[in-house]
């Protein structure tokens, strides 16, 4: 079955290998045979006689809101925020005439998160919960429901659920853009596209190995990891930390790289492992420099960047895909480095110490 392990030591590697296919699968059911996304037009007009969206999760579906929102504002051109369900719920900020609130949960069971949603069907507030679980109870009291189609996702440390949450993210943004006739989504060629971040994914799982040498390189010793980036690259960074402290209890930190010498660089010691992930053409000189800093006072820089952008001395390389998703490819060597890491250690990579799956407690 879908949820049997199969010859993968864990499950955690065997989804993260099923991204591929998970892109794949998302292309089919929301496109088929047309070129444009197949959307529930009722869910569209809701969202375009919105002037503020509000995405709402918890743990890595929240990181997964980070990117999501900068591509609704790109494409679409509306405000968007992103909040932690667990604090949006008690200290609701001051909300727009006419919000329309995203819901993201790989379970749709999440405490948290259905707090904020019993808020907002009280103020008949029209909402859409992006999820992995059809009639999941999220799903069930939202306006609207869209489905991940990630099969179930069994490891603690969620993968394939986050970048499938980012592939829908995009769809409904190209869908809603187009309908609202802006330029920049007609020209976000999200179908195309998604085929390439497949393909991407796939040279990245067949290339393991490299990572592992990596993550026994540099990271199987310290206590302590940055992931640092700018803008989207930024919001990666702050999952791929997530990875590496849930599974492998490297207390890692996701930085914007800009912010560091304000404060945080004085962590740096020799020997501490700073990763830049470089894949936004603005800002990725930037990032180099600041990750030059942390080099000069003695921290082992590992670089992810993208192809176009890349330089010799480079760790990781990831193929080239549109600007605005290249977390979906840039977030696989963090998975995996996560994973070796964890692996390394010894320790029960899908059941990591303090965790559950689904947490159904406020
Ligand atoms: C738990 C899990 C995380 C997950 C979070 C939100 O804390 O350990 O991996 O990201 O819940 O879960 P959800 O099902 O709402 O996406």
């Known amino acids: 079955s879908a949820a049997d392990k199969g010859a993968y030591p864990f499950y955690m590697l065997k989804e993260i290998d099923e991204q591929p296919a998970v892109m794949r ?9 047309h070129d444009d996304p197949q959307i529930d037009e009722n869910l569209i ?4 006689d919105a002037d503020h969206i509000y995405i709402v999760g918890a743990g890595t579906s929240y990181h997964a809101a980070l990117v999501g929102a900068r591509i609704f504002e790109r494409l679409c051109g509306i405000p968007t925020t992103v909040h932690i369900s667990s604090e949006f719920a008690y200290e609701q900020p001051l909300l727009s005439k006419k919000p329309f609130f995203i819901f993201l949960s790989q379970s749709g069971e999440t405490a948290d998160s259905r707090q904020v949603l019993v808020n907002v069907n009280a103020h008949k507030w029209p909402s859409l919960t992006i999820t992995n679980v059809d009639k999941s109870t999220l799903s069930r ?8 189609y990630a099969g179930p996702e069994i490891a ?10 980012i592939a829908v993210e995009a769809i409904l943004a190209k869908a809603l853009g187009e309908y609202l006739g802006k330029d920049a989504a007609k020209k976000f060629d999200v ?6 971040v497949a393909n991407g994914m796939q040279s990245i799982t067949d290339s393991k190995k490299e990572i592992e ?3 026994a390189r540099y990271l199987s010793k310290p206590r302590n990891a940055f992931y640092i980036g700018r803008g989207l690259d930024w919001s990666v960074s702050l999952e791929a ?5 849930e599974i492998s209890y490297v207390q890692a930190e996701g930085f914007a790289s800009g912010e560091l010498k304000h404060g945080t660089i004085a962590l740096i010691e020799k020997g501490t492992p700073v990763l830049g992930i470089i894949t936004q053409d603005r800002t990725a000189g930037l990032t180099r420099s600041n990750l030059d800093e942390t080099r000069a006072r003695g921290a082992n820089t590992i670089t992810i960047v993208s192809r176009h952008l890349s330089q010799e001395d480079d760790t990781i390389i990831l193929p080239d895909v549109d600007e605005c998703l290249t977390p979906l490819l840039s977030v696989v060597p963090a998975q995996l480095l996560a994973y070796y890491t964890s692996l390394g250690k010894g320790l029960d990579v899908d059941k990591p110490r ?3 799956k689904s947490v159904t407690v406020q």
């Not at 009291?141 to 991940?148: C, K, S, Y």
């Not at 603690?156 to 949450?165: D, E, L, N, P």
């Not at 930390?241 to 402290?245: H, N, T, V």
């Open 191 to 196: 179908k195309h596209q998604l085929g390439l």
């Open 45 to 48: 007009k809701a969202m375009a």
């Open 241 to 245: 930390a997530l990875k590496l402290k």
């Open 156 to 165: 603690v440390a969620s993968t394939k659920a986050y970048t499938a949450q």
């Open 25 to 33: 699968k998302l292309v089919q059911e929301y496109f088929g045979d």
């Open 354 to 356: 303090n965790l559950a």
């Open 141 to 148: 009291e939202a306006t609207f429901t869209e489905l991940l």
């Open 213 to 215: 040498e990596v993550a």
